[in-house]
């Protein structure tokens, strides 16, 4: 948990077709979520308006190559970087 990013969950991981991001305790109603490979390249970014302090997001992997991925959340000056166990491993 961080500042206005609140808990983020990540899931399923290991992931073969999408990963789904939720978000809670979020206390500025934008969100940005983006996925980024191990060396910083974003493979895919979104903005969301959060709904009762909360955002779901379906992110579809299935094209990428297996890999470690990373997701990172940002609302307001704050920001999370999910490395562990937002991190996945597309099972293909």
């Not at 899931?11 to 980024?36: C, W």
């Not at 997001?57 to 890999?67: A, E, Q």
């Not at 970087?81 to 491993?89: D, G, L, N």
Request: glycine share 6%; net charge positive; hydrophobic share 40%.
């Amino acid at each position: 948990q961080l500042g206005e990013v609140g808990k983020v969950s990540v899931f399923p991981n290991p992931a073969k077709n999408f990963v789904t991001v939720f978000g809670e305790d979020i206390q500025n109603p934008e969100v940005r979520v983006s996925l980024k490979d191990v060396l910083g390249r974003q493979l895919h970014a979104e903005k969301l308006r959060t709904t009762n302090q909360s955002f779901t997001v379906r992110i579809d992997v299935s094209s990428i190559p297996t890999g470690v991925y990373f997701i990172e959340i940002k609302a307001g000056d704050s920001s999370l970087t999910e490395k562990i166990p937002a991190s996945f491993v597309n099972a293909k």
